[in-house]
Nanobody
Framework: QVQLVESGGGLVQPGGSLRLSCAASGRIFRFNSMGWYRQAPGKQRELVATSTTRLSSSDDITYADSVRGRFTISRENAKNTVYLQMNSLKPEDTAVYYC?????????????????WGQGTQVTVSS
């Protein structure tokens, strides 16, 4: 099992910035991917940004069209942490933001693949 702790949400005015953090802990071998999703009231959960591990090259980064150029995902592998820097926030960015990891963990004499979600953090963009 992997535990995820999110932080950094809050209330911000349009045009403002926030940085979300998600720290993972547990018997982690390697992350296949780390990312962020969001869910607004009455809507389905949607991808915001993901970082997929590439062992022989730079990580593969994907952004939703609605956030590309405004949001930046980054990872601090030594701390098992993923960040989401959100700039130029708009009211339509208001949602609960969830961290997600696809991770290999040590299990008995081998490895186990885990698909884990954080508890969510509220981001509200309003004047």
């Amino acid at each position: 099992q992997v535990q995820l702790v999110e932080s950094g949400g809050g209330l911000v005015q349009p045009g403002g910035s926030l940085r979300l953090s998600c720290a993972a802990s547990g018997r982690i071998f390697r992350f296949n991917s780390m990312g962020w999703y969001r869910q607004a009231p009455g809507k389905q959960r949607e991808l915001v940004a993901t970082s997929t591990t590439r062992l022989s090259s730079s990580d593969d980064i994907t952004y939703a069209d609605s956030v590309r150029g405004r949001f930046t995902i980054s990872r601090e592998n030594a701390k098992n942490t993923v960040y989401l820097q959100m700039n130029s926030l708009k009211p339509e960015d208001t949602a609960v933001y969830y961290c997600h990891v696809d991770v290999l963990t040590y299990y008995r004499d081998g490895l186990q693949r885990n698909d884990q979600w954080g508890q969510g953090t509220q981001v509200t963009v309003s004047s």
